[in-house]
């Protein structure tokens, strides 16, 4: 099979396509067909020698992806739940060695979950770390409540972009940062105001919001403290909480907490749910073909890009 591997760490031109053997799926694994994937600003840290580059070093080649929509071509021992012929999706092993960019993926049989049928394998593949991510923060970590009022920021993106549709569909008050140029996008995406960020600091234009949920990291959290009333809650995937934010937002009456997405069927059949109902849609700004795997992490890397961008193989 054709797989992309990164030689070494560092730009996009370190990326080369190989042929490398099919894998072979082990017990509770699946193998599939992959039809699409998608990139998140994960991948170019990764690609870059950061986030989870050395942990993939160890299991070289480097195959960088975890976010795969297509078909289960093979089954391991022990897997019940999928067929042959089955359409599906999902994030798989993050945080380890996901390896989904590649003309077929092997992955654990409970990270996936069946794609809706309507739904596009470029929007399905759209639908995963970032939605999951949204998904587990939202509910999971900082337990949003209807009524509740939610900072989004970076709303127009990859996670933001998703975090919006689920805030409103928990029932709260949704605040999105973002620049002018995707203010109306923001506000398409259900959000009850938006605050362009270029215009003047945002912790100046928003108070006594309930949760922040940041994925920007630098000292965009330590900034939120101060639009967050005693008892709310701060949610960082991207870093910048430090000991000492921890500490401050601790002073404060503030729960600050980091996450890390995890793997997960059950929430992707959540997922899958709200995208048949329509309750949540995909943004795909633009689609790559398989050799155009360095333009789209130069994409990614302009940390500009509304909603999600995807690779069609």
Known sequence: MKAIILKEAGGPENFQVVEIPTPEPKAGEVLIKVKAFSINPVDMKTRKGLALYNT??????????????GEVVALGEGVE???????????????????????????PANHLADQPDLITDEAAAASTLAALSAWQV??????????ERVLIHAAAGG???????????????????????????????????TIDYTDEPFEDQVK?????????????????????KSGGRIVAIAGGLTDEVKKLAA????TA?????????????????LLEAGTIKP??????SFNQIAEAHQQIETSKTRGKIVVVV
């Open 56 to 69: 993939l070093k160890q299991d070289e080649p480097v195959i960088l992806g975890w976010d795969v929509a």
């Open 81 to 107: 739940n999928f067929e042959l012929e089955d359409c599906v999706f999902g994030m798989v092993n993050f945080p380890g060695h996901g390896k989904a960019y590649a003309e077929y993926v092997a992955a």
């Open 138 to 147: 939202l509910l999971q970590q900082a337990k949003v409540q209807p009524g």
């Open 159 to 193: 996670v933001g972009h998703f975090a919006v549709q689920i805030a409103k569909y928990i029932g709260a008050f949704v605040i999105g940062t973002g620049s002018s140029s995707n203010y109306d996008f923001i506000k398409e995406l259900g959000a009850d105001e």
């Open 208 to 228: 006594e919001v309930d949760v922040v949920f940041d994925t920007v990291g630098g000292d965009n959290p330590l900034r939120s403290l101060q639009t967050l």
């Open 251 to 254: 002073e404060k009456n503030i």
């Open 257 to 273: 907490i980091s996450y890390l997405v995890q793997s997960n069927a059950d929430d992707m059949e959540q997922i899958a749910e």
């Open 283 to 288: 943004h795909v700004s633009k689609v790559y």
